[in-house]
């Protein structure tokens, strides 16, 4: 089975600058896809950046990239110029290319935006 | 309106109580999966359907109970919930035929249930 780990369950950055919020996942699948979702107050459940396992370009959506190290198994979020509406629950998550196409998340890590 | 739907959004029972979390969704996808987040932890998997014939349990189907009616609606049961089920739950769906190059699941706004 696989998991996804996030180490940091509460980061803060201030207000335009730069945060890394870290994920390590654990799976002998060649072929997966792994996400960033961000949980706003609101609760919904909102995609951020998506990355597919096959490809070695590191995928970036404006002011959301990744680091994507397939060998160490890690997937970490890179938020350039952070603003408040960023502060949120943010989980990586772990989707096998194969089957049921079930994902599996990681607990978490709250990001609070100083201002 | 939204493409996937969740109702109720909030939700206030006693234990001992069956209740029913609806869901529905006019994405047009064939699969729909229910998870379960608890405060401070990711989601997990409850139940999921490939199509209205068939349906799985997930890591935590214990106490859970899935009806898919038609493709387009997925609703959980609580045959009679106890206090650790407070959760919130989300729906979610995705399509078989997917794109590699988008292989995502979209989620409903989530219904928060509390059991007393």
């Known amino acids: 089975a696989q998991t996804v780990t996030q180490s940091q369950p509460e980061m803060s950055v201030q207000e335009a600058e730069t945060v890394t919020l870290s994920c390590t996942y654990d799976?002998?699948?060649?072929?997966?896809?792994l996400f960033w979702y961000k949980q706003p107050p609101s609760r919904q459940m909102i995609l951020v950046i998506r990355?597919?396992?096959?490809?070695?370009q590191n995928a970036t959506e404006n002011r959301f990239s990744v680091n994507f190290q397939k060998a160490a198994k890690s997937f970490s979020l890179k938020i350039s110029d952070s603003q408040l509406g960023d502060a949120a629950m943010y989980f990586c998550?772990?989707?096998?290319?194969?089957?049921?196409?079930?994902?599996?998340f990681g607990d978490g890590t709250t990001l609070t935006v100083k201002p | 309106d939204a493409d996937v739907t969740q109702t109720p959004r909030n939700r206030i029972t006693k234990t001992g109580k069956r209740i029913m979390l609806e869901c529905s969704q006019t994405?047009?996808?064939?699969?729909m999966y229910w998870y379960r987040q608890d405060p401070g932890l990711g989601l997990r998997l409850i139940y999921y359907?490939?199509?209205?014939?068939?349906?799985n349990k997930g890591e935590i189907s214990d106490g859970y109970s899935v009806s898919r009616q038609a493709q387009a609606k997925f609703s959980l049961s609580l045959e009679s919930a106890i206090p650790n089920q407070t959760a919130l739950y989300f729906c979610?769906?995705?399509?078989?035929?997917?794109?590699?190059?988008?292989?995502?699941?979209?989620f409903g706004a989530g219904t928060r249930l509390s059991v007393l």
């Open positions: 799976t002998s699948e060649s072929d997966y896809y």
């Open positions: 359907s490939f199509d209205v014939k068939d349906i």
């Open positions: 979610a769906t995705s399509d078989s035929n997917w794109d590699r190059a988008k292989n995502i699941q979209y």
């Open positions: 990355q597919e396992a096959y490809k070695q």
């Open positions: 998550a772990y989707r096998s290319a194969l089957g049921a196409g079930k994902s599996t």
């Open positions: 994405k047009g996808h064939d699969r």
